[in-house]
């Protein structure tokens, strides 16, 4: 069974870079799927932000693409979301996923100084 | 941009009844790339149905999916209590992938 955890900063602030790592477990992020990002704002609905294909290959929503890089680390068996310059609209819960089947927790950044 | 529309915004049902949730497309979804999840507060979402009409492992064959082009219909045959939270759905079919706005299913 694929398990992922996300893990990083819980505040971040304005203008900063918002940093998170999702690690995968019960299985290899070389396997032939893509590995998503989506996030949810308090009370609002779901925003895919990106995905990384094990090759490097990404795919970025263009509202958000000028700000965001994912990466992935093979040795590690994890992937990560980088996103500047945010401001408080970035606030929200952060999932990784692996298409679209397994989701980590989520975890709650919040941008505030 | 595929923009989703869910409705309707909220469905009061009680227990036992059957939920019929609609989801609209402002262009034909290609290949049925169409998803529905389950979202309960501090959950992840769950996956429940995949290419429009797919249920997803492990998920109860009292929810079903339909529809194909621009309308898709999410069914819950008969209510149980854990089945009352937002549903949405979600086109894969070209990036950006895009949610509907979600449908609050609450108890009555």
């Known amino acids: 069974q694929v398990q992922l955890q996300e893990s990083g900063p819980g505040l971040v602030k304005p203008s900063g870079t918002l940093s998170l790592t999702c690690a995968v477990s019960g299985g290899s992020i070389s396997s032939s799927n893509w590995w998503i990002w989506v996030r949810q704002p308090p009370g609002k609905g779901l925003e895919w932000i990106g995905e990384?294909?094990?090759?490097?290959?990404?795919n970025y929503n263009p509202s958000l693409k000028s700000r965001v890089t994912i990466s992935v680390d093979k040795s590690k068996n994890q992937f990560s979301l980088n996103l500047s310059s945010v401001t408080a609209a970035d606030t929200a819960v952060y999932y990784c996923a692996r298409r679209w089947n397994y989701w980590g927790q989520g975890t709650l950044v919040t941008v505030s100084s | 941009e595929i923009v989703l529309t869910q409705s309707p915004g909220t469905l009061s049902l009680s227990p036992g009844e059957r939920a019929t949730l609609s989801c609209r497309a402002s262009q034909s979804v290609s290949s049925s790339y169409l998803a529905w999840y389950q979202k309960k507060p501090g959950q992840a979402p769950r996956l429940l149905i995949y290419g429009a009409s797919s249920r997803a492992t492990g998920i109860p064959d009292r929810f079903s999916g339909s529809g194909s082009g621009t309308d898709f219909t999410l069914t819950i045959s008969r209510l149980e209590p854990e089945d009352f939270a937002v549903y949405y759905c979600?086109?894969?079919?070209?990036?950006?992938?895009?949610f509907g706005q979600g449908i609050k299913l609450e108890i009555k």
């Open positions: 979600q086109q894969y079919a070209g990036s950006p992938y895009t």
């Open positions: 990384i294909y094990h090759s490097g290959s990404t």
